[in-house]
């Protein structure tokens, strides 16, 4: 059984940084696509920053670049998502997902998914 477990979300002031963490379970993040997604209030689902396997880019949403790393402990089946210089607009609910096949960074084409962790960024 496949599990995705997402922490480190918290409300934090614009400027600061958070450490989102995802733990998994029956997959091997060696050999998954995964990616990080988010969700504002009214908005849709949004790919963030997700990794393939088949050419193991790290795809980045304009966003975010150089703001945000995305990394993966493959002997621990965690994968992190390093955010600095936060701003409001990057509000939302932060999921991690995963999927043996995908390619790319659109939420559509990956099959698992973790209940998200929230991050509030406001003063």
């Known amino acids: 059984q496949v599990q995705l477990v997402e922490s480190g979300g918290g409300l934090v002031q614009p400027g600061g940084s958070l450490r989102l963490s995802c733990a998994t379970s029956?997959?091997?993040?060696?050999?998954?696509?995964i990616g990080w997604f988010r969700q504002a209030p009214g908005k849709e689902r949004e790919g963030v920053s997700c990794?393939?396997?088949?050419?193991?880019?790290?795809y980045y949403a304009d966003s975010v670049k150089g703001r945000f790393t995305f990394s993966k402990d493959n002997a621990k089946n965690t994968v992190y998502l390093q955010m600095i210089s936060l701003k409001p607009e990057d509000s939302g609910v932060y999921y991690c997902?995963?999927?043996?096949?995908?390619?790319?960074?659109?939420?559509?084409?990956?099959?698992?998914w973790g209940q998200g962790t929230q991050v509030t960024v406001s003063s």
């Open positions: 990794i393939t396997t088949s050419d193991g880019d790290t």
């Open positions: 029956g997959i091997s993040v060696g050999y998954y696509a």
């Open positions: 997902a995963a999927d043996l096949y995908a390619y790319g960074c659109s939420p559509e084409i990956y099959d698992y």
